[in-house]
């Protein structure tokens, strides 16, 4: 029996109803979680990283926040739970596709024209000046080439874990590591590098760990 006109209509009302709810509900949800992210604090997620060798005072950790409709990105803080920077991903945009605040300054990074996956990070105000440049290498190693501090890597762990530890090594010694924060839900990203490493070029790695597991 085919439906008539007005039951056809309600039925399509129906949907759009249930899909406003769901959007609705679901954003209430994401509010909510994020509002919880910004409870986190250092020595709540440190056990997730300290067997990793590093050190504590090295630690940064940013969780995830909307910014606006357009713009979702990572509240950054230190062991002492203070705000050092800001993360903001840009969907759309090439260049300054993420903008890093810190106390120094306002950074961005632009999308390099090569065949591997490439990122170049340089002032907001000077696109000639680059001060790192990552290149995601066959097999999933991490590379930065950080200028005159040398080579930063991290190849990714063998096997499978909900939330593993990538290992970084500077000019090939061991400095640090980062994952993401909590088990099965993404609550956002942590790191411990050296602070010999000026802050926007940590950051910038810290923004980078956002395509890991």
């Known amino acids: 029996m085919n439906p008539t006109p007005s039951e056809t209509l309600a039925a399509i009302a129906a949907l759009i109803v249930l899909f406003a709810l769901a959007i609705y509900f679901g954003l209430r949800v994401r509010k909510k979680n994020f509002a919880e992210n ?3 604090h250092a020595a709540d997620i440190w056990p997730q990283l300290q067997d990793s060798a590093s050190n504590f005072s090295d630690l940064l950790y940013g969780v995830w926040q909307d910014f606006s409709s357009t713009e979702v990105g990572m509240i950054v803080r230190d062991c002492r739970d203070q705000k050092v920077g800001k993360i903001v991903y840009r969907m759309i945009a090439r260049q300054g596709c993420v903008a890093i605040e810190t106390p120094n300054g306002i950074f961005e990074t632009d999308s390099l024209p090569t065949l591997r ?8 105000n000077d696109g000639s000046q680059s001060l790192c440049d990552f290149t995601r290498l066959a097999g999933g190693t991490y590379r930065f080439d950080a200028k005159s501090f040398g080579i930063l890597e991290s190849k990714p762990p063998r096997g499978l874990r909900i939330a593993p530890v ?3 090594t500077l000019n090939g010694n061991p400095v640090g590591a980062s994952r993401h924060i909590g088990g099965w839900s993404d609550r956002g990203r942590m790191l411990v590098l050296p602070q010999q490493l000026p802050l926007p070029i940590r950051i910038f ?6 395509q890991r597991a």
Do not use: I, K
């Open 117 to 124: 996956e490439s990122l170049s990070l340089r002032p907001a």
């Open 38 to 40: 910004l409870d986190l």
């Open 205 to 210: 790695v810290l923004a980078v760990q956002r």
């Open 166 to 168: 990538f290992s970084y």
